[in-house]
């Protein structure tokens, strides 16, 4: 299984908003395969297709130390939210960045699963928060948007510098 390449933020591709997987078929599974390799040799907890040039709502997930709660998203959609939250996040587009940003605390969402069987999963903390943010990242929307415009200014000149330098 190759590991993908990863784009980096500010990559406008990573703005596009992803479409609906019609049916999980095997290309869609070696796609999530490739996405867990991806991201555990990243390593991160958490990976969307668009993160990959892949315009597909599919996310993979594991919040574990030892990985070995993985969890696949195929159109995922946030059913309910609850309470709040403010923990720091990175993201594998943005590398070296961590900011504190503020969630629900509690998601209920309705997914796909790597077998194309409809399920929904509750999370709270971490697992929420992720799930949060890889799901953002199908609507193109990246953690930094959730910071003041200064700081994201700061960060994308940063980035911007990091990718000329590479
Ligand atoms: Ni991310």
């Known amino acids: 299984m190759p590991r993908l390449d990863i784009l980096l933020f500010p990559d406008p591709r990573l703005r596009r ?3 609906p997987v019609d049916v999980v078929d095997d290309d869609v599974r070696r796609l ?3 996405m867990f390799e991806t991201m555990y040799d990243a390593p991160g907890v958490g990976l969307s297709a ?3 040039n892949v315009a597909k709502r599919v996310v993979t997930i594991d919040v574990s130390k ?3 709660a993985p969890l696949c998203l195929v159109n995922p959609e946030i ?5 709040e939250t403010e923990a720091e996040e990175g993201c594998l587009s943005v590398p070296g960045v961590y900011e504190m940003v503020k969630r629900p605390e509690r ?3 309705c997914a796909l699963d790597h077998d194309g069987r409809s399920r929904e999963i509750e999370a709270e903390g971490l697992l ?6 890889e799901i953002d990242h199908l609507d193109g929307r990246l953690f930094v948007d959730y910071l003041s415009r200064l700081k994201r200014q700061r960060i994308r000149k940063k980035a911007e510098k990091a990718l000329r330098h590479a």
């Open 17 to 19: 908003r992803a479409d």
């Open 32 to 34: 999530i395969d490739d």
């Open 50 to 52: 668009p993160q990959v």
């Open 66 to 68: 030892d990985r070995s």
């Open 79 to 83: 059913r309910s939210v609850g309470g």
């Open 107 to 109: 998601v209920r969402v």
């Open 128 to 133: 929420a928060v992720c799930i949060q943010h």
